[in-house]
């Protein structure tokens, strides 16, 4: 069983910043990637970023420039830093990690992009 604990989501003006962050622990094996997917009203959730134990990064191409995403290894911790916010980021992110018997899900953490 893997637990995680999200923050930093929340609500933030069009053209501003939020640092989300996720860490897991519990049942964790082997090496793992994690990351970030979201999802808005009415649409299918997405892949927005993942990273390696090695720290290889991986975004959607939409997003390239704007979203960083990191990494603790020690801690079982990513962050995802999203800058310059639009409207269409509104969704809830939900941070992942990857586990031999398959990918385990945080709860997810709602970020709202509106003037």
């Known amino acids: 069983q893997v637990q995680f604990v999200e923050s930093g989501g929340g609500s933030v003006q069009p053209g501003g910043s939020l640092r989300l962050s996720c860490a897991a622990s519990g049942s964790i094996f082997g090496t793992n990637t994690m990351g970030w997917y979201r999802q808005a009203p009415g649409k299918e959730r997405e892949l927005v970023a993942s990273?390696?134990?090695?720290?290889?990064?991986d975004y959607a191409d939409s997003l390239k420039g704007r979203f960083v995403i990191s990494r603790v290894n020690a801690r079982n911790t990513v962050y995802l830093q999203m800058n310059s916010l639009k409207p269409e980021d509104t969704a809830v992110y939900y941070c992942?990690?990857?586990?031999?018997?398959?990918?385990?899900w945080g709860q997810g953490t709602q970020v709202t992009v509106s003037s």
């Open positions: 990273v390696t134990k090695g720290h290889y990064a």
């Open positions: 992942f990690i990857d586990q031999p018997r398959g990918r385990a």
